[in-house]
């Protein structure tokens, strides 16, 4: 039976990009040595970080006066290096979700922190409107979407301070404007690799203006001075962000991806609305997130939540279950899912509504 991966993450990769990853794993590049084995410093190795960060240049179209930088520890860790390297005396959090609150806990190791708006109380089912940010914060912090509960800001913010994004799960979905940000973030077992590596894209003029010490190997401007090489960087996750770029790249880019995104999430999105057994979580449409689709069985079908669960995996959906937070189901649709995947999704719906 063939199986759809809509893990939330780690999660589905391109069947090539899986492939030619595991080929340089057993013999990377004809030398005989493994992919997993060979020196970060290799003279073959340094050409893969060079073009993984060309391509990202050119898919994001980067600007001038911006570097970007591999790093291990997760987007967890940047919840840490964002403040450390960017907190003066006060920054903004929109807080959408557990992602951002975690966020903005780090924050506060550093100095003060205004939370400038949160739909905690509502189950962060929506993302908040109409707030200002302080106009002397340092910079406003955005999660541009939520795993867990299926919200995302499909749009670049124009703020009147500097913009810092964790982009984690949206990132090459859609394009961005990156002048507008001085910081953009993302763990990689979303869109781009294997879990492992953390891409960072930094404008380099806003480093090195924070009043601490920073350590080492917290601070960016030594990973931007070593270009991702200051310590053992984390090779093949490396790889195959290259071979996931490549793969976007031949595919028509980000602007390909967002089509993509909208046509799957149009059925998905359109099943649940026609559907009597489910309802979606986020109250607001225009929030919806369309890499992870969250939804549950409306409340007079509870009861049937389990056995769809069980239908659904026994029909080959891989990793439909929502958050043990929300509960429910979650579709994540990142930019490898194809639309054989969500279809075959919203025939195991229509054949479970015909069943009960």
Known sequence: MKKYNFNAGPSILPREVIEKTAQQILDFNGSGLSLAEISHRA??????????VALIKELLQVPEG??????GGGASLEFCMVPYNFLI???AYLNTGTWAKKAMKEAKLFGEVVEVASSADANYTFIPKGWECPADADYLHITTNNTIYGTEIRKDLDVNVRLIADMSSDIFSRPIDVAKYDCIYAGAQKNLAMAGVTLIILKDDTLGKAPRQIPTMLDYRTHVEKGSMFNTPPVVPIYSALETLRWLKAKGGVEAMDKLAKQRAEIVYGEIDRNKLFRGTVTDVED?????????MADEYKELEKPFLEYATAQGMVGIKGHRSVGGFRAS???AQTIEGVEALVKCMKEFEAKN
């Not at 340094?46 to 073009?51: F, H, L, M, S």
């Not at 919806?288 to 549950?296: A, P, T, Y």
């Open 66 to 71: 911006y570097s970007v930088i591999f790093l």
């Open 333 to 335: 649709c990142y930019n």
């Open 89 to 91: 005396k006060k920054a």
């Open 288 to 296: 919806r997130s369309l890499m992870n689709i969250c939804f549950v």
């Open 43 to 52: 003279k073959d190795f340094q050409p893969v970080v060079d073009e993984a």
